[in-house]
């Protein structure tokens, strides 16, 4: 069955780090780009990074350089590593694949589709 489960979020205060875990099954992390999205109550689903199969890599500008997407092959696995984490960081990340037919638009209307995610908190 085609399916993704995230998991590694938390709590945390401002300047900590989490990384967050996409474990896929049903299809390969080879079949195209995998991405994550987060949403903040009240706020639009947001774009945060994308990986390709060849590695090529994309961040929203308001991550970029505190964040890091990985994927683990053997595994089937992404990762998102995030450190200096800032209170406006916190929000419900979820995972999502281009072989599930999804278009990694900057931003979409919700991103309740993909499930429940993984809640990280960033305190100050």
């Known amino acids: 069955q085609v399916q993704l489960v995230e998991s590694g979020g938390g709590s945390v205060q401002a300047g900590g780090s989490l990384t967050l875990s996409c474990k896929a099954s049903g299809f390969r992390l080879d079949d195209g780009d995998m991405g994550w999205y987060r949403q903040a109550p009240g706020n639009e689903c947001e774009l945060v990074s994308t990986?390709?199969?060849?590695?090529?890599?994309y961040y929203a500008d308001s991550v970029k350089g505190r964040f890091t997407i990985s994927q683990g092959k053997a595994q089937n696995t992404v990762y998102l590593q995030m450190t200096t984490l800032k209170p406006d960081d916190t929000a419900v990340y979820y995972c999502?694949?281009?072989?599930?037919?999804?278009?990694?638009?900057?931003?979409?209307?919700?991103?309740?589709?993909w499930g429940q995610g993984t809640q990280v908190t960033v305190s100050s």
């Open positions: 990986i390709s199969p060849d590695g090529t890599t």
């Open positions: 999502t694949a281009e072989r599930l037919n999804v278009r990694f638009v900057v931003k979409r209307p919700g991103c309740n589709i």
